[in-house]
């Protein structure tokens, strides 16, 4: 799932004639949605989703003593 934000657009971009670029301003604005909607960091994946193996292996010997 990707998150966007919102943020001020770029002032616009000035041609040697001195008229504004709106197709450089509309580039621009898709560069940056592309950017940061299809980013390949997906911080979810990375995060700890439950107790590891040397977790279980220091807590398996306890949960066999009480199953005794």
């Known amino acids: 799932m990707a ?3 919102s943020g001020s657009l ?4 000035r041609n040697r004639d001195g008229r504004s670029g709106a197709f450089a301003e509309l580039r621009a604005f ?3 949605f592309f950017s940061r909607a299809f980013d390949p960091y997906r911080p979810e994946l990375h995060y700890m989703r439950g107790p590891g193996p040397a977790w279980r292996a220091k807590h398996a010997s306890a949960a066999r ?4």
């Open 30 to 32: 898709w560069r940056q």
């Open 65 to 68: 003593r009480h199953t005794s």
């Open 3 to 5: 998150t966007l934000t």
């Open 10 to 13: 770029p002032s616009p971009t």
